[in-house]
């Protein structure tokens, strides 16, 4: 029989996970910081080895998006392997992210035009078990904005409230268009795991009261009516 603490405590844990997945994508920043401290200038040592701790914390953050993006683990019954995909896809995604970056830069100095890539994410299927094979298809333009804050996306509007949506949209002014575009997918794919996470919470209290109306009413179903489950 499924608890709801279980459901509660494997939504937890995914968030867990993704932070440590994303710490085992960047182990190469986060080398290069312990070698910095290790054995790096002095004058590196003395701004703590800064430029090595952004390149880790920018890692981290990016790579924190890009799994909540792809929707790592956020179906408990495929396969382990589809989530391996997802998390090295996740940091394909990131360096190919860099490398654009780089890109603009050197036109930037060169006073070149700035080169023009594909979105760095293309959209992810509405199905709730997305893959890496699962990506494909261009996102639907968002609507003119009427003030200074980001459009969303048809989607997301769909899915968030309007205080939700103003929250998101203020969240989204700081950031560049690649952390826009990461940030909103990935929380497009947390409110439909919410949904769907909010739809077996409703099931399992939907049986729990049908077993106590039919008299067969288990101990944990008895102990759970008590606190109004």
């Known amino acids: 029989q499924e608890k709801l603490s279980d459901i509660f405590e494997g939504y937890k844990e995914r968030k867990a996970q993704i932070g440590r997945t994303a710490v085992e994508n960047c182990v190469e920043e986060q080398i290069a910081v312990q070698v910095c401290f290790e054995r790096g200038q002095w004058k590196d040592k003395m701004t703590m080895c800064r430029a090595e701790n952004r390149a880790f914390e920018r890692c981290y953050s990016m790579q924190t998006r890009f799994l ?15 989530d391996e995909a997802i998390q090295m896809h996740a940091d394909t995604l990131y360096h190919r992210m860099l490398a654009q970056e780089a890109a603009a830069q050197e036109a930037k100095a060169a006073g070149l035009p700035e080169p023009q890539f594909a979105p760095i994410l293309p959209s992810v299927s509405r199905s709730t078990t997305p893959t890496p094979a699962t990506i494909g298809i261009t996102p639907a333009p968002a609507p003119p904005s009427k003030d200074d804050l980001p459009s969303l996306t048809p989607e997301t509007q769909d ?16 950031m560049t268009p690649t952390e826009r575009e990461l940030e909103e ?26 077993r ?10 008895t102990i759970s009516g008590w606190f109004g489950w």
Do not use: F
């Open 68 to 82: 909540r993006a792809l929707g790592y683990l956020s179906n408990h019954v495929r396969p382990e392997s589809n």
């Open 159 to 174: 899915l968030l409230n309007p205080a939700s949506q103003a929250a998101l949209r203020e969240r989204l002014k700081t």
């Open 185 to 210: 997918r990935a929380v497009i794919m947390e409110a439909k795991e919410a949904c769907e996470t909010g739809k077996h919470v409703t099931d399992i209290m939907g049986l729990r009261k049908k």
């Open 212 to 221: 106590r109306d039919e008299g067969n009413a288990t101990v944990g179903d």
